[in-house]
């Protein structure tokens, strides 16, 4: 296929210093000492502060001379208001940097607190459009140390966090290059703990940055690389990490493929992602969990538009056949082998704001990278039929 040369363009930034491996937890307390940090801020949520995970890390620090204190008001879908908060508990208490800990929601917001020390304008200010960024003060974001316990997101690689607003819920991306964790420690070991819907949710959640990034417009060959490998980590381990949680070679891969979409979807995202914001903001849904019931109404949508990366997404997992049918029934048997929701109606959602969850889909940043243009109509027939289960 002829390309026009003039499209072979890209702004391309990877990742960060990131010690991956069963155990590296333990080297946190010397990845503080690099950065100079003496009392850091460990945010993270309250089930996991609860749990003796998180005190057993801050007590090996302390041994080590590190003054750490835990934030944990922070809700499963971060608001401005735990930002807010945070900074508050940041600032009050003289801290020099932040350990965000925890899955995506904690990731985030300790990744928004870190940015919001220094900062004066609110943080909407800040959403991802346009050049927003350059408005920060980009001296004074305090450096951030990111540790996953789950393998979903993929936040602990990425430059943005997903922040909803008080007033609508309305999730925002809050973008800055410098939200970028300085070190990232992914340690398979702190997600053995995670139940298998949970396993299943996040690494769907992976699987979906893997793919949406892959079937992005726009040249990024690194970023369709890593897709690729991605989401065949994925396809070949999380059924396993699922079936077996303590299997730690299968979480460890999971792992990978999350840092990987992460890290991949800056290339873009699409229609997954718009709806799956919508629908988080006004009702609450895991975010994973949304992404993987709304797959297949969104793949149905871009299906006349996806031969050659369903073609190639197939011949890369093995499969027999190489078409978009191929693609969609990988998909289907892929989420009932995790035992997925058929609808979102499985999972409490109602289409009574059908018009609400459109323009909200259609406003999000995500939205624009969909592979073939989505219409507020467009977004509001996919989230019906993802409520009726009409595929």
Known sequence: MQIDPESLTGNWNYPTSVRFGPGRLVELSAVCAELGLKR??????????????????????????????VFSDVQPN????????????????????????????????GKAIAFMTGQTRPIGDFEDIGDNWLRADTDAIAPIIAIPTTAGTGSEVGRAAIIADDLDGRKRVIFHPAMMAKVVI?????????????????????????????????????????????MRLLAEWLPVAYAYGDDVQARSHVLAAASMGATAFQK?????????????????????????????????HNADAIGQQAQYIMRFLGAPKHDVDALTDFILDFRKTLEIPNSLQDIGVPDDRADAVAQLAYDDPTRPGNPKPLTSDDLRTIFVNAVRGAL
């Open 186 to 230: 992914d340690d398979p070991n702190t997600t053995l703990a995670l139940p298998p819907a949970l396993t299943a949710a996040t690494g769907l959640d992976a699987f979906i940055h893997n793919f949406e990034a892959y079937c992005a417009p726009g040249y990024h060959p690194l970023a369709d690389g890593i897709a690729l490998e991605g």
């Open 268 to 300: 873009g995202l699409g229609g997954v992602h718009a709806i799956s914001h919508a629908v988080g903001s006004l009702y609450g849904t895991h975010h994973g969990l949304t992404n993987a019931v709304v797959l297949p109404y969104v793949l149905q």
């Open 40 to 69: 850091p801020l460990l945010v993270t949520d309250p089930g996991l502060a609860a749990l003796p995970l998180v005190q057993d890390v801050v007590d090996a620090c302390g041994r080590q001379g590190l003054d750490i204190v």
């Open 78 to 109: 971060p608001r401005d208001s735990n930002v807010i908060a945070g900074v508050a508990a940041f600032d009050g208490g003289g801290h020099d940097g932040v350990i965000a800990f925890g899955g995506g929601s904690a990731l985030d917001a």
